[in-house]
């Protein structure tokens, strides 16, 4: 493939790597100016008796991955051939989560946390298409160089779903199933992947990078046959200079913390949180639990007091209280919630493709707004914000998608944060 032109279009320069998908190269799209860079991936189909069956297989996936391709951290689809078993990708400049974690580099819980909030908010979009992704792992989340965003890559899903339905005793194949030892939790192992199997899976990626050990390296219990990451005093796993598993003296997780990555990578999936938006709340609720509390009549370090002014209670009551914080936490998940109805109202009222993404935009970034809020000051200025978000969904010609999504805001949402002010 090296030196082709695909499609009049993707000149492929080199070869990339193999991998559970097949053949990655990287390519250019000479039509677009500066000729950026593009992935190539190839599947490879070893059965000629099934390549008519595979051509469609691989089609309808390709359409799937289009649509995931929508959302800002997942790679966009420019191209696919199902004569040829490709599909071509925006080219991701960055590194993987794999050359960020070592036993000598493990990660602090503020990083731990932004990234489980980062992978959730992807998974919800993409279990709410229907998607399992099938093989979360650092090697497969990527940090954008430009911008340090997380980028979810290489779905597993494609490339099982084809091979499956190609041949139903496909479970009785070695290599027929898409994970990796380590990551993917028992039923997985079994041929019986859920939603909760990505769960698992990006909770023993974050283990991982908090304590530095491979997941595949953790013991087990064996009479409930739960991982052992964690001793009850706090102390983590890790490996010492002779590479053996030792606890870690003085590196010590925080319990509300540890008790999400547990429930994250129970043995029993019924055990296990039921959503990607459960787990994302929780980490929310950890959030506000971790802040940095200000008792009354107290000052806090991090804040100089000058005794001409007025009283630190008096600069305590500016914070909002549980009530507000609560209504904030509903506001939030409101507004990360609209992207995906705005994406299926976009395909079911034929608005553009660029008038769903700008809006999408708009509400998740209100929604950051709506978490990072504390002070009653913010409280106003949230109401600011959200007229102003009116006034940006507004001048959209769909009048049906734009009277949807506006309505909310006028109504419920600018009464609520009134009457908190």
């Known amino acids: 493939m090296i030196n082709q032109l695909l499609q009049g279009r993707y000149l492929v320069i080199k070869e990339l790597g193999k991998g559970g998908f097949g053949q990655t190269y990287l390519a250019q799209d000479t039509q677009y100016p500066g000729k950026p860079y593009c992935v190539v991936k190839q599947l490879q189909v070893d059965d ?8 469609e297989l691989f089609a309808r996936e390709a359409v799937t991955l289009a649509r995931l391709g ?16 490709y599909l071509v990708q925006d080219f ?4 993987t989560l794999r050359e960020e974690i070592s036993p000598q580099r493990r ?26 992704h099938r093989d979360i792992k650092p090697d497969n989340i990527m940090r954008r160089q430009r911008d340090g965003q997380l980028i979810l890559i290489d779905f597993g899903a494609i490339k099982e779903k084809i091979i499956n339905n190609l ?3 496909a479970s009785t194949i070695a290599g027929s199933r898409i994970y990796t030892v380590g990551y993917a939790p028992p039923e997985q192992t079994l041929g019986k992947t859920h939603f909760s199997s990505d769960i698992y899976a990006l909770g023993m990626t974050a283990i991982e990078a908090l304590t530095g050990v491979h997941p595949s390296l953790l013991p087990e219990d064996d009479r409930t046959g739960e991982i052992m990451w964690l001793h009850p005093n706090g102390q983590i796993v890790g490996i010492d200079g002779n590479n053996e598993l030792v606890w870690l003296s003085g590196k010590v997780v925080s319990a509300n913390l540890a008790e999400i990555l547990n429930k994250m990578v129970r043995y029993r999936r019924i055990d296990r949180y039921s959503s990607a938006g ?5 980490l929310h609720q950890l959030r506000l639990v971790t802040q940095p509390q200000i008792p009354v009549g107290q000052i806090s370090q991090a804040i100089r007091f000058d005794p001409s002014s007025e ?5 305590v009551e500016n914070f909002l209280d549980e009530l507000d914080l609560a209504l904030l936490r509903d506001l939030a998940l409101y507004f990360e919630s609209m992207p995906h109805k705005i994406r299926h109202y976009h395909r079911d009222h034929k608005a553009s493709r660029e008038e769903a993404s700008v809006i999408a935009n708009y509400y998740l970034k209100t929604a950051d707004m709506f978490r990072k809020a504390r002070t009653k000051q913010d409280l106003k200025n949230l109401i600011d914000v959200v007229e102003k978000l009116k006034q940006k969904v507004s001048p959209y010609e769909h ?12 109504k419920e949402i600018l009464e609520k944060l009134r009457k908190r002010c």
């Open 48 to 55: 000629p008796g099934s390549l008519e069956k595979a051509k």
């Open 70 to 85: 929508s959302h800002d951290r997942i790679p966009e689809l420019k191209a696919y051939s199902e004569e040829h078993f």
């Open 92 to 95: 991701v400049d960055g590194n």
């Open 107 to 132: 990660w602090e819980e503020k990083e731990i946390i932004g990234l489980l909030e980062d992978i959730l908010k992807i998974l919800i979009f993409i279990h709410d298409e229907g998607v399992i």
């Open 167 to 169: 041949n139903p005793n």
């Open 278 to 282: 459960e787990a994302l709340e929780a």
């Open 311 to 315: 009283p630190p209670i008096a600069f």
């Open 399 to 410: 009048e049906s998608f734009k009277y949807r999504l506006s309505t909310g805001l006028k």
